[in-house]
């Protein structure tokens, strides 16, 4: 991503109605401060009648209010600016969220990506509504000022000389530590949100282990830090902001002393132009000052532009697709050659995957726990990046084919399918790109063993599900997504532990449907239950993270030991 | 408005530092009148030619007041934002309290990611509440009125003009505005809400919606969720823009009649000439106080909001009925009874459970099958007080479990749920939940018991566990209950991602450890439950059937035919 600078120069023709804007607002606080003391001189001093004042005082009324609309009109640009600044970032957060591969998405607390896109990109809105017109006006403004200042009484505009650049000085070096102060600060922000959403989630396991005061202790904990950090931050602006108060206080004096000596002892200036000086002297170092506090905020604001830049920089190992088109007419022949994969810095991965999976092949990935079927099912899948060897697709690297392609002929039914805030029925429709028809899901949830389930309800397939909605178990999950891939009818079926939590019955209505979806597709099957495989025309034995033995099930059990041992148990008792 | 009183309630607790905010604030406010009008006064007095005593004096008020000024300005707003803050830090505190005897009901009813984006938006939204709603209009009130009070020694007639204005600005405007503000409606809370929500669930739907090919869509919705929110973040900061603006011009109005009245006064003679810069600059001075008062009804209003949303999430009553509870004490296995329970979920027709009645006598195993959706687990949850009976009663060792603490029926139960939260952070942190002074030994041995040998303590645990199998995920959850050490057991198909041999292993390892505790084991498998003190056969919310395993087997019911049934599937084609 460019750097805010780089954004803000995106904003051309903004940034110059900007510098108009200002020019204009300088004039108006000149004249202003002119009038103001025109009209006290002539009464005070000159003691004109106050008729003679009249049409200046109509001018001051006009004058005030240009400048309020010049004021009024340089924010709102601002906001205009910050505001697609914010939907340009937020975008590309987004997409590279949702161009992760499967591996990325899990790594970190969700609640900490949620909080960089919510309040790291708000954060960055204040450098757009008034870092930049701030700095604009204060580079335009005091100029102005300084030069009219110049032409009436020279003196004053060399004490202004003198003193001013100390205040820049002074915020840049102030500035320059508000920065990490404030990365640190939305450190602790996202650190905050996501221990908190990670134990509101976990708030009924805590319950059950009575530590639900400790969580609330850390809570507390974290809670302090967050407020420590941004006192921290608040406490630099504020001395900051001191400092310059007494720089600025100390050069006023200065100058009313100047004055008043000219007035009194030498008397070679007129109270016109001293009153002038004391009422111009104020609005430049306003302006300036004006600028530290935009300074600061702008400062803040480019750490959370950071935070932002090194989400967009992680690097990713993305899963490549092609352009090549999957023929539609029958499932793929699929072969993995020496195929591969490794978690990171973790010890666990794949190894040498050899494996040839003709169309319309049931096939059965079967090992212990942890032996790596669910990542061989990602593997195929395309949810990860191949480490090392090919996956072949009709011969052809999968990743030479679009991806569209692959997951419209492909369903995955995960251990724990999601379910997205919607009614049943969207939910079940979420399997197709097609529009389906309210006949085309009632019958994927009947083949799916569910449909009773659904029209016993209430509000039938119309009952709203997911995080808000009617909470379904693990098998009513399972059965969903079932049901999703029948609407789908997809030519590749991937089954994660298919079988998880389902009662018996169903799992009989569920085994004959899978045979009629069989019919159509391979099916590669993730299995921990052998009924599920005995019919697979292929078993993947597999064993810390490869392939054991391949071959049916009568054949494992007569040649593999720790094969026929599972299937025992299986059969026999599994307690005691 | 109630919510509202919860937060100055909270608020209150900082009362000291809320008297030095008021205090401070009023002092840099007068003195900043004073610092004004003096130096009005000084150069009007410079240009009669006095003595120059009477310079030097005026000029050290200027400088002392000055000084004065800037410190109390940093003291009002160092003090009134570490209250601010350390009222945010309680208030989260205290929201988590409110929220965490509501759980795990309340998911029912909202979001997680809505929960984030209430309690870290929300009372972030709260800090304005001290900042620009509650400590300001007071410190402007005594700033005026003693300002009021000097002036009028000068002249009565430019005192009035400042009592309207102050009226004028700090009052009727902003009452106004907020009129306005109530129009408009601004629902930027809601929207900031709403793409927090989207969010999450897209991060937590990742591989679902990948595959579904859904990533294009949510992602365009997001966007247009993101669209909506920073242009309701647009209005409400230019509709405040706006306000501002208009009081600023409505405070130069002020200033400008008060030139004008006083010029007047002077060209009659009503008023001595020399105070004239001097009421001016008065006049310049305490009104620039008064442009943040616009923003008084956005900031109240956005407070309301923000207040009233958590109010919303804590407000719904605690379900417990006020009976005075007890703390017990169980050394030995209690047994539990159930008497014709009936229950049915919020909003929903169907009950869950009907009629229900069953003895688990102390130290017995008991076995709880049946199709997904029998009530099986309602049953446990029910037992757990996690929700509370319609009809019927729970006992524990003949005690009804309303007159017992949830805590102390947690404290004596080992539960293993169907899904069980970890938390991120290390396996050792997630084991050490199970109880306090756990030493790596035993944790490790732990492991060991359910085969999770491989894993070292501190091996880091993502987010709900994301980085582990579901099979993974039981044994720990597993090791967990088993640390815990209770007398009462409640597995909830504790085994259903694992495999044959882990889960006959596991099997073992708990009969061994619970062999004089009370264990329910809920399961739809059947396998192995033939040494089960009693067997409960559930269907459709009903006992149906309930006896040792010979004794179901030989009453040829609906176990049986279960049993037939998973018989058939397991040995079908096995050709052993």
Redesign the interface.
């Known amino acids: 991503m460019a750097t805010l600078k780089d954004l803000a120069s995106k904003q051309k023709s903004k940034i110059f109605s900007l510098v108009i804007i200002a020019v204009l607002s300088g004039l108006s606080i000149i004249l202003q401060a002119y009038l103001f003391v025109v009209i006290v001189d002539l009464i005070f001093l000159k003691q004109e009648p106050f008729s003679e004042v009249l049409s200046l005082l109509i001018g001051l009324l006009g004058v005030m209010f240009a400048r309020t609309l010049f004021q009024y009109t340089s924010g709102r640009i601002g906001i205009k600016m910050a505001s697609k600044v914010k939907n340009d970032v937020r975008k590309a957060l987004l997409h590279k969220f949702s161009n992760n591969p499967i591996l990325a998405s899990t790594k970190g607390q969700s609640g900490q990506k949620v909080s960089v896109m919510m309040d790291a990109v708000d954060e960055i809105d204040s450098y757009f509504s008034s870092y930049i017109p701030q700095v604009i006006q204060a580079s335009i403004i005091p100029l102005m000022i300084l030069i009219y200042i110049f032409t009436q009484h020279w003196m004053t505009a060399v004490i202004i000389v003198i003193t001013a650049p100390f205040i820049p000085i002074f915020m840049m070096i102030i500035g320059f530590q508000t920065k990490d102060k404030a990365e640190q600060q939305l450190d602790k922000m996202a650190a905050f949100s996501g221990k908190f959403l990670d134990t509101l989630q976990g708030l009924t396991t805590l319950k059950l282990y009575g530590r639900s005061n400790e969580k609330k202790k850390e809570i507390e904990k974290s809670s302090l830090d967050f407020r420590d950090a941004t006192m921290e931050v608040l406490k630099i602006a504020f001395s900051n902001s001191l400092a310059l108060e007494f720089i600025s206080m100390l050069s006023i004096g200065l100058i009313a002393l100047e004055v008043a000596i000219r007035l009194i002892i030498f008397q070679d200036i007129s109270f016109f132009i001293g009153f002038l000086m004391l009422v111009l002297a104020p609005e430049f170092y306003t302006k300036l000052k004006d600028l530290g506090s935009a300074f600061h905020t702008g400062r803040s604001s480019m750490g959370a532009a950071k935070k932002i830049q090194h989400e967009l920089a992680e690097e990713q190992q993305a899963v490549t697709w092609g352009n090549e088109r999957l023929p539609t007419d029958q499932p793929p022949k699929i072969s993995l050659k020496n195929a591969g994969f490794y978690y990171g810095e973790a010890t666990f991965s794949l190894k040498q995957i050899d494996v040839e999976i003709n169309p319309y092949e049931q096939v059965a990935i079967v090992g212990r726990t942890g032996s790596g079927k669910t990542t061989l099912l990602h593997l195929i899948a395309g949810l990860l990046p191949l480490a090392e060897g090919e996956i072949e697709v009709n011969g052809r690297p999968l990743s030479s084919y679009r991806e569209n392609d692959w997951y419209d002929r492909l369903s995955y039914i995960s251990q724990d399918p999601y379910l997205f805030s919607g009614t049943i029925a969207e939910n079940i429709a979420i399997g197709t790109q097609m529009n389906a028809t309210r006949q085309e899901i009632e019958d994927a949830a009947r083949q799916a063993g569910i449909s009773d389930l659904f029209e016993s309800l209430e509000n039938g397939y119309d009952t709203p599900i997911g995080e808000a909605g009617r909470g379904l178990s693990g098998g009513e999950k399972q059965r969903t997504a079932i049901a999703r891939a029948f609407l789908k009818k997809p030519s590749i079926i991937l089954f994660d532990e298919p079988t998880t939590g389902l009662d018996l019955e169903t799992e009989r209505i569920l085994q004959a449907s899978i045979k009629k979806l069989a019919k159509h597709s391979t099916i590669i099957t993730v299995a921990h239950r052998l009924h599920t495989i005995q019919h697979a025309d292929k078993i993947l034995f597999m064993e810390n993270g490869q392939v054991l033995a391949v071959g049916t099930h009568e054949e494992l059990l007569q040649t593999v030991t720790s094969y026929r041992q599972m299937v025992e148990e299986q059969q026999g008792g599994a307690l005691h | 408005m109630r919510d509202i009183s919860v937060i100055i309630k909270v608020l209150l607790m900082e009362k000291k530092d809320i008297y030095l905010s008021v205090l401070f604030g009023v002092i840099a406010g007068l003195t900043a009148v004073g610092l004004?009008s003096s130096?009005?006064y000084?150069?009007?007095k410079?240009?009669l030619?006095?003595p120059?005593y009477t310079?030097m004096i005026l000029?050290s008020i200027?400088?002392l007041l000055?000084?004065i000024?800037?410190?109390s300005?940093?003291g009002e707003?160092?003090f009134s934002?570490?209250a601010t803050?350390?009222m945010?830090?309680n208030l989260?505190?205290s929201f988590?309290?409110k929220?965490?005897p509501l759980?795990?009901r309340l998911?029912?009813?909202?979001?997680?990611?809505d929960?984030?984006?209430r309690?870290?938006?929300d009372v972030e939204t709260l800090q304005n509440f001290f900042l620009r709603v509650f400590y300001p209009p007071i410190v402007l009130a005594l700033v005026f009125f003693c300002t009021i009070l000097f002036t009028s020694v000068f002249s009565v007639p430019v005192a009035l003009i400042l009592l309207i204005g102050f009226f004028l600005t700090t009052i009727v405007v902003p009452v106004l505005f907020a009129i306005g503000q109530r129009k408009v409606k601004s629902s930027v809370r809601k929207q900031?809400g709403d793409?927090?929500t989207k969010?999450?669930?897209?991060?937590?739907?990742?591989?679902?919606?990948?595959?579904?090919?859904?990533?294009?869509v949510?992602?365009n919705v997001?966007?247009q969720s993101?669209?909506a929110y920073?242009?309701e973040?647009?209005r409400n900061?230019?509709h405040q823009?706006?306000s501002e603006?208009m009081n600023?011009?409505l405070s130069?109005?002020v200033s400008?009649v008060v030139?004008?009245v006083a010029?007047?006064l002077?060209?009659?003679g009503q008023l001595n000439?020399?105070f004239?810069?001097l009421l001016?600059m008065i006049s310049l001075t305490v009104f620039e106080n008064t442009s943040p008062m616009a923003a008084f009804a956005s900031h109240f209003e956005d407070s309301r909001q923000a207040a009233e949303r958590l109010g919303a999430v804590v407000s719904e009553k605690s379900f417990d009925k006020k009976i005075q509870k007890i703390e017990q004490n169980y050394d030995k296995a209690p047994s539990i009874t159930m008497e014709n329970v009936t229950f049915g979920f919020p909003g929903?027709?169907?009950a869950a459970l009907k009629d229900f009645s069953a003895v688990f006598p102390s130290g017995s195993k008991t076995a709880i099958v049946?199709?997904?959706?029998?009530g099986k687990?309602t049953a446990m949850q029910l037992f757990?007080n996690?929700y509370s009976p319609d009809a019927g009663s729970i006992n524990i060792n003949g005690q009804p479990i309303e007159q017992i603490t949830?805590?102390s029926i947690?404290?004596h139960?080992n539960?293993v749920?169907?899904?069980?939260?970890?938390?991120?952070g290390t396996i050792k942190d997630n084991l050490l939940?199970?109880k306090d002074n756990l030493t790596d030994q035993e944790m490790e041995l732990a492991l060991e018991n359910v085969?999770l040998g491989?894993f070292s303590l501190d091996d880091e645990v993502?987010?709900?566990g994301?980085?582990l199998?579901?099979?993974?995920k039981q044994?720990l959850a597993i090791a967990?209950a088993m640390l815990?050490n209770a007398p009462i057991w409640i597995l909830d198909?504790p085994t259903?991602?694992?495999?044959?041999?882990?889960?006959?292993h596991i099997?073992?390892r708990i009969?061994q450890q619970a062999k004089d505790d009370t264990l329910i084991l809920i399961s739809?498998?059947?396998?192995?439950?033939?040494?089960?003190d009693q067997i409960m056969v559930m269907e459709n919310g009903k006992l149906i059937e309930k006896g040792t395993f010979d004794e179901l087997m030989k009453e040829q019911g609906y176990f049986y035919k279960?049993k037939q049934?998973?018989k058939s599937?397991?040995?079908?084609?096995?050709?052993?």
Do not use: C
């Open positions: 004004f130096s009005g000084l150069i009007s410079a240009a030619a006095p120059i310079l000029v200027v400088k000055g000084i000024s800037a410190l300005r940093y707003r160092f934002h570490r803050f350390t945010l830090s989260r505190v988590y309290e929220l965490e759980a795990p998911f029912h009813r909202f979001r997680s990611g929960l984030l984006a309690i870290v938006g900031r793409l927090s969010l999450t669930e897209f991060l937590y739907g990742f591989r679902d919606l990948k595959i579904y090919q859904q990533l294009q949510k992602e997001i966007d993101s669209l920073s242009r973040q647009e900061g230019i823009l706006f603006s600023t011009f130069l109005v400008w030139l004008g010029a007047y002077v060209t009659t000439g020399i004239l810069a001016v929903e027709s169907r049946g199709p997904s959706g029998s687990s757990l996690i949830n805590e947690w404290k139960t539960v749920l169907q899904e069980n939260h970890f938390f991120y939940l199970a085969k491989h993502l987010e709900k994301e980085n199998s579901g099979g993974e044994r967990r815990k198909e259903s991602s694992m495999d044959a041999l882990t889960e006959s099997y073992q009969f739809h498998k059947l396998t192995g439950l033939e040494k089960m279960m049934i998973e599937v397991f040995l079908a084609g096995n050709g052993s």
